[in-house]
């Protein structure tokens, strides 16, 4: 027989090879009772990532922004639900613990930031980071690797826009605060659930949710433009907490709100149903069978415009829920756009001119 691979603090409940590997492994027991043995904890292991570039761009119709930095890849959140969890099979490693365990850094992010938005060709626009993996996930409290980045943005007035789950953002308000006051920053906190029980099993190592609202409530309060992201939004199992999410993030000082429907692209499927029938069991069949139903019978469909949204009776309710919540609370807009006019690019050997700091 085998069993999920339970550890304390990990989401996943297993470390199935990734999608393009010809061999797979699993735990067996061998008749003297050596599953029944309690795991040793999971570490994290730090692996450098040497790209040469940082910035990735897109040209997908359903995406508010066409570039973006991720100064991680894998998270150590470990959210179950997690969508970016299918990437970590492009380094050779599992979309299961090794996505929240085995996590690449880019140390040289703000040397390879400046040096291509200095390049003669580069147009400003607005970049976004959180957008796959989360830029104030624990390590980044040693790693400082954001913080290198928003250093370079703020000194060349560069817009950026911050999606995360993390309290640790709070650290950087030195950074953001003036550059809101200049209309270069905009954060939107990402709130799943405000049970904190379920919190914890969903997403074992992010901020308790009523740190997030505290969160957002300081950056307000800091004169940053703040948002609330509804994401995801878990059939059943966290959708009858919609309104409770959007009227709490709105007294803590959220100026807009957005919502993404549960993705389960690729390997996600299968990690988010073994999740379920381990801690919800009695809910997982219904749970998924209203996944499926917002997809088309399937459990993702990843066309534009309908994989952030789903489709179908249900998924039109929950899009009718949010309009009213939002209306009755004043959340009709979103935050300001961001200014571009002010961007100044760096000199090519690295130093700045003294006007930049002004």
Not at 132 to 144: A, I, K, M, W
Request: glycine content about 6%; proline content about 6%; hydrophobic content about 40%.
């Amino acid at each position: 027989m085998s069993r999920p691979l339970i550890y304390k603090g990990r989401g996943s409940l297993g470390n199935a090879a990734g999608r393009f590997e010809k061999h797979t492994r699993r735990a067996e027991d061998d008749g003297w009772g050596s599953l029944d043995a309690e795991l040793p904890p999971l570490q994290t292991e730090i692996i450098v990532d040497s790209s040469q570039s940082v910035i990735s761009y897109n040209d997908s119709p359903d995406i508010p922004f066409d570039r973006s930095i991720n100064p991680y890849r894998g998270c150590e959140h470990g959210c179950i639900y997690c969508f970016a969890r299918p990437s970590h099979a492009y380094l050779g490693y599992s979309a299961g613990l090794d996505f929240e365990s085995k996590i690449l850094i880019k140390p040289e992010a703000a040397r390879l930031l400046r040096e291509e938005i200095s390049k003669r060709a580069y147009r400003c626009a607005p970049l976004a980071l959180g957008t796959n993996t989360d830029p104030y996930q624990p390590l980044e409290r040693r790693q400082r690797i954001m913080r290198g980045i928003l250093e370079i943005l703020a000194q060349t007035r560069h817009p950026v826009s911050i999606i995360t789950k993390s309290a640790l953002i709070e650290r950087d308000l030195d950074i953001l605060a003036p550059m809101a006051e200049q209309g270069l920053a905009a954060v939107y906190l990402s709130v799943t659930t405000l049970d904190r029980t379920l919190a914890r099993k969903l997403e074992p190592r992010a901020a308790a949710p009523q740190r997030r609202l505290e969160t957002l409530d300081r950056l307000r309060a800091a004169g940053v433009p703040t948002g609330v992201m509804v994401a995801p939004l878990i059939p059943v199992l966290t959708d009858p907490e919609l309104e409770a999410i959007v009227s709490a993030a709105h007294a803590a000082g959220a100026q807009s709100a957005a919502y993404i429907l549960l993705r389960l692209p690729l390997e996600v499927a299968d990690l988010f149903e073994e999740w379920l029938r381990q801690h919800y069991p009695l809910k997982a069949e219904h749970v998924m069978r209203r996944v499926r139903d917002n997809r088309g019978g399937k459990a993702y469909d990843a066309a534009f415009h309908q994989r952030q949204s789903g489709s179908g009776v249900y998924a039109d309710l929950l899009a009718q829920r949010f309009r009213l919540v939002c209306r009755g609370l004043g959340l009709t807009g979103d935050l300001p756009a961001l200014r571009t006019d002010l961007f100044r690019k760096p000199h090519a050997g690295g130093q700045m001119s003294f006007d930049f700091f002004d």
